[in-house]
Nanobody
Framework: DVRLEDSGGEAVQAGGSLRLTCVAA??????????TAWFRQVPGKGREGVAS???????AYADSVKGRFTISKDTAKNTVYLQMNSLKPEDTAMYYC????????????????????WGRGTQVTVSP
């Protein structure tokens, strides 16, 4: 199985940057076959897909973060990063990393239902 540990969230001012980290801390499966994504959630709302990266390196982003956020991975370290620049107050949320083997042709890698493995979340707070 895969256990995900997400970290890096903190309080920052608008315009600032953060880098979130998601580490597959323990696994028996071939983690290189997994797609990993970042989601965020605010109280009272569902989880919103932010960015994803597939085993072949292909990435996808929510429109709200395109040009500001970058997802990347270090396969040797089983780690996925989310670099967040030009942060806005509306980026404030709990951020979760998620991972799973997603078949080719799946409608969207930014859908929460596609993922069965989740980190515990890391809080990002952006003040005006």
């Amino acid at each position: 199985d895969v256990r995900l540990e997400d970290s890096g969230g903190e309080a920052v001012q608008a315009g600032g940057s953060l880098r979130l980290t998601c580490v597959a801390a323990w696994y028996t499966a071939d983690y290189s076959r997994y797609t990993t994504a970042w989601f965020r959630q605010v109280p009272g709302k569902g989880r919103e897909g932010v960015a994803s990266i597939e085993p072949n390196g292909r990435t996808a982003y929510a429109d709200s973060v395109k040009g500001r956020f970058t997802i990347s991975k270090d396969t040797a370290k089983n780690t996925v990063y989310l670099q967040m620049n030009s942060l806005k107050p509306e980026d404030t949320a709990m951020y979760y990393c998620a991972s799973d083997e997603i078949p080719p042709g799946y409608p969207s890698t930014l859908r929460a239902v596609a993922y069965g493995k989740w980190g515990r979340g890391t809080q990002v707070t952006v003040s005006p």
